[in-house]
């Protein structure tokens, strides 16, 4: 699976580790950030990558700040982006299951970097059941064209 990497100046060592683990999950990596820890701004890091998933230049992408939130408000703004921030296995399982999240936001600042492996492994192993799920995927897409998702039927 290609992967694009982003973060910002808190989440870089973080997502350094990161890099290196999914490297050897068999996983082509591309980090869209600069992780010398200077600081940078969120957005510009969540648009790099969610760009990548957006165009089909990417399968998925993973960003890491502080807290993991700026990123998820950030990356949500993309049309066909769906940005999850979990911060257990649970939540990384169900916006996969449930969501069909293409997009993982983590938190350097709360996750220790065991933590952040495990729930990485989980998103990424963890496919999209689809079923009811679907019907409000559209929903989703219906809202990005700013149309009233309720008048989508079955």
């Excluded at 990424?124 to 995927?137: A, E, S, Y």
């Amino acid at each position: 699976m290609k992967i694009a990497l982003g973060c910002d100046h808190r989440g870089a060592v973080a997502t350094q580790a990161l890099i290196a683990h999914l490297k050897a999950d068999g996983h082509d990596v591309e980090p869209v950030s600069d992780m010398n820890g200077a600081m940078t701004d969120y957005p510009d890091s969540a648009y790099a990558a969610c760009s990548r998933v957006a165009r089909g230049e990417a399968d998925r992408a993973i960003l890491i700040c502080g807290t993991g939130i700026g990123m998820c408000i950030a990356a949500n703004k993309l049309r066909g982006i769906r940005a999850a921030l979990a911060q257990d296995e649970l939540s990384a399982q169900l916006s996969r299951t449930h969501n069909d999240a293409n997009v993982l936001c983590l938190s350097a600042d709360l996750l220790g970097h065991t933590l952040v492996k495990r729930i990485v492994d989980t998103w990424v192993r963890t496919p999209f059941d689809g079923g009811r799920h679907l019907r409000r995927l559209h929903k989703i897409e219906a809202i990005e064209r700013g149309e009233d998702p309720s008048n989508l039927r079955a």
